[in-house]
């Protein structure tokens, strides 16, 4: 039986569901260190934003998400462990409709092929709360116990479970409680008081309710103390980590959800919005913040396709008493989706720190929904008694290296090298407003082998998002068979045979060597037509491609070379770089950017396949 107990007790350590009875009582009440004094005597906790409330009893533990639509909380005196998950109801279900997914033991919202989360229910049915409010009602226990205990042991140390799922006003409420299997046989009421207290509603002029997000509903000052700086952060703001070299701001809310409004936005493409802050790197001697701002933004004009940008502002300013340079930009990437990137450059403490704020044009638009981003930016102060004792030179690379040299890639089991700019396979900040991931691109990295003779490399420039493909094989098939089943997608594109984009063909042959170019390239003018047509439609110009390729047979020796870049990216100089890149082939000696070729003009229609014919017939 000692054995036993101890069992038991380790399970409680993991799962935090058993406390044994013999716990020492001087334990520390977290819910009271971390909480202001007065909300000591609250007696009820939950969110205005998604509109819910339940008891709070006085030993309560809370453990929350910043935006309060994940909430969990443990009470020692209930020995109960509460949870509760909201989420949008975006496709207006009904209680039967999430009943009937949970039954087909699809995943929605809950991890149902979790072993723990289900297997063991007692109870499953749609009834109707004190207020007559209907909820699915699910009543289980945990199987983890089944796996160690006999059924009666089972029983016994089990907890009891309840899981209540409801839906109100436009949200899903997915509530579970549990509560430690002996307590709670000889507990129910207190299980029942506990569960049964929870409402999809919240009275913001009760002064008993603890409202989860109450400590960032208030102007409040950040200051990064690595870096030297503050800056206000506005109601319902929030920056998730502290004193990084890049920090990000976010809102908590979108407008929509703090003034509950149904959410519209059906875009595949969510722009998010936000507020980053970035150490670039130390001042160089004499550095004007001028001077660093028009380089800069020298290399957005050679990086993006004037038709898809609008400059609104470019102008050197003052911000709090520095030198500082705005440029701002409005951005059509995303067909009738416009947003603002707000560039600020300043430099201060011996450093250059630059603000981007990235703001819906709804929003921009709108003096009241841009007022926190406009507050915000305008707070924002260099400050030298906050800057870290550690803190050092920062040098960038890009200050040290040549973006237009150029550096060789070679096969290794074929004799072919193709010569790229150093901005391919760099090192580069990939930035989300979510996270912060650094990725490596290095085309050693990046050579891979299958079946012995297959051999390709991956890598990406991306500062303009270009990326470079190269395969190499073994073929001894005809090249006219090889190219048709290579253009046979393009047959029947539908992009193609509306215009909207176009493919063009060529091909040549110098000493027995064949050698195709493709390229499929998009018409932004008439993208911007067809969506103008057809509303319900949209273009991501960052993510929608040209393609242009090199397609070379030498002997039995198969080699594609793949360039694709964005639309949003087409200009002169990146496009100026693919022909460079082109030119630098060179396979068993022969650079064929150097050599005559006599390219002959291609028809599409040449090179049908019967399958694409057959598939053109029966239409």
Request: charged share 25%.
């Amino acid at each position: 039986m000692k054995k036993q107990l101890s069992f038991v007790i380790a399970l409680s350590l993991v799962f935090g569901t058993i406390t044994p009875a013999f716990a020492k009582t001087n334990t520390v009440n977290l819910y009271e260190v971390f909480s202001n004094k007065k909300d000591k005597y609250k007696n009820e906790v939950g969110s205005q934003i998604y509109k819910w409330s339940m008891y709070l009893p006085n030993d309560a533990q809370i453990f929350k998400s910043d935006k309060a639509n994940y909430f969990s909380m443990y009470t020692n005196s209930y020995q109960s462990n509460i949870n509760l998950e909201v989420n949008r109801n975006k496709y207006n279900l009904t209680l039967e409709d999430i009943l009937l997914r949970l039954e087909n033991n699809n995943v929605f919202m809950f991890d149902l092929n979790d072993m723990f989360s289900k297997g063991k229910e007692y109870s499953i049915d749609i009834v109707k709360d004190e207020s007559g409010q209907k909820y699915i009602r699910i009543v289980k226990t945990n199987p983890f116990y089944d796996y160690y205990f006999v059924d009666d042991a089972a029983e016994e140390y089990g907890d009891f479970i309840e899981n209540r799922i409801y839906i109100s006003n436009g949200y899903i409420y997915n509530l579970t409680v549990s509560m430690n299997g002996r307590f709670y046989k000889q507990h129910i009421e207190m299980f029942n008081k506990l569960i049964s207290s929870f409402k999809t509603s919240f009275d913001s002029k009760n002064p008993y309710i603890k409202e989860l997000t109450d400590t960032a509903s208030v102007d409040r000052l950040y200051i990064n103390k690595t870096y030297g700086y503050t800056m206000l952060l506005r109601p319902y703001w929030k920056t998730d980590t502290m004193n990084f070299r890049k920090q990000i701001f976010k809102p908590l809310y979108s407008i929509d959800e703090l003034i509950g409004k149904p959410e519209e936005d059906s875009s595949d493409v969510k722009i998010q919005e936000g507020i980053s802050v970035n150490v670039v790197s130390s001042v160089k001697s004499g550095e004007k913040v001028s001077d660093w701002a028009k380089k800069d933004i020298e290399l957005f004009k050679q990086s993006y396709n004037e038709k898809v940008y609008e400059i609104l502002e470019n102008k050197q300013i003052k911000l709090n008493g520095f030198d500082a340079y705005i440029f701002e930009v409005r951005f059509n990437t995303i067909t009738s989706k416009p947003y603002v990137l707000k560039n600020i450059y300043i430099i201060g403490n011996g450093y250059k720190y630059q603000i981007v704020a990235t703001i819906l044009n709804e929003t921009y638009e709108d003096s009241t929904k841009k007022l926190d981003y406009d507050t915000m930016i305008n707070s924002f102060k260099l400050e030298k008694k906050y800057l870290s004792t550690k803190l050092g030179r920062l040098i960038s690379a890009r200050d040290l290296v040549d973006m237009n040299q150029t550096r060789e890639i070679k096969l290794k089991k074929y004799d072919f090298k193709i010569s790229v700019p150093k901005s391919f396979g760099s090192y580069d900040e990939m930035f989300s407003y979510d996270d912060i991931s650094y990725r490596r691109y290095d085309y050693e990295d990046n050579i891979k082998y299958s079946d012995g003779n297959l051999e390709y490399i991956n890598i990406s420039d991306m500062m303009n998002r270009m990326q470079l493909s190269v395969f190499a094989s073994l073929s001894v098939r005809d090249m006219n068979e090889i190219m048709k089943q290579k253009l046979d997608i393009y047959q029947n594109d539908s992009e193609v045979l509306m215009g909207i984009a176009k493919v063009n063909i060529k091909s040549t042959n110098i000493d027995g060597t064949e050698i195709y170019r493709i390229d499929k390239v998009y018409d932004v003018n008439r993208i911007n037509e067809f969506v103008q047509e057809d509303f319900g439609k949209q273009y991501n110009l960052e993510a929608t491609c040209n393609q242009y390729q090199l397609i070379i047979k030498r002997g039995n020796d198969l080699y594609s070379i793949s360039l694709t870049l964005p639309v949003a990216n087409i200009t002169d100089k990146n496009i100026n770089t693919i022909e460079t890149i082109f030119k630098s082939v060179t396979i068993k000696g022969s650079k064929y950017g150097s050599l005559n070729l006599n390219w002959k003009q291609r028809e599409l229609s040449e090179f049908k396949s019967e399958q694409s014919a057959s598939t053109e017939d029966n239409k």
